[in-house]
């Protein structure tokens, strides 16, 4: 078995996947015709989005508005961590923590997008 790819619920794909494209540099690998679902080349694993109208057709019942208090967060490792939020809070990312290092040597900040998402920029550990 392998982690394929993790599908986060937005409420607009095309504008989420032009976000991430802009702050980390992702290109899109596919986005359905309806435009309820793309995806990103990540690497191995995929970084989806399905929109949150269409995982209620579907009757899954997502979230919606902001999550105040996340339950997850996504990591994007780089070796230049200021640059890589800089980049991300000019494509419209919400700053939520200056770089920081950490006692295990680690870089880390954090951002968010659209108030539902945590995003770590981290240099590798």
Known sequence: MIFRYAILYVTNVPQTLAFFEAAFGFNTLFLHEGKDY?????????LAFSAI??????????????????????????????????????????KVQDPQEMPWGQTTAYVRYD???LIEICTAI
């Open 38 to 46: 793309g995806e990103l080349d990540t690497g191995q694993t995929k």
């Open 53 to 94: 109208s269409l995982m209620d057709q579907l009757g899954k019942s997502p979230a919606k508005g902001a999550i105040p208090d996340p339950a997850f967060e996504l990591a994007f490792e780089t070796d230049d961590v200021a640059s890589a939020m800089s980049k991300a809070i000019s494509a419209g990312a919400i």
């Open 115 to 117: 108030d539902r998402f």
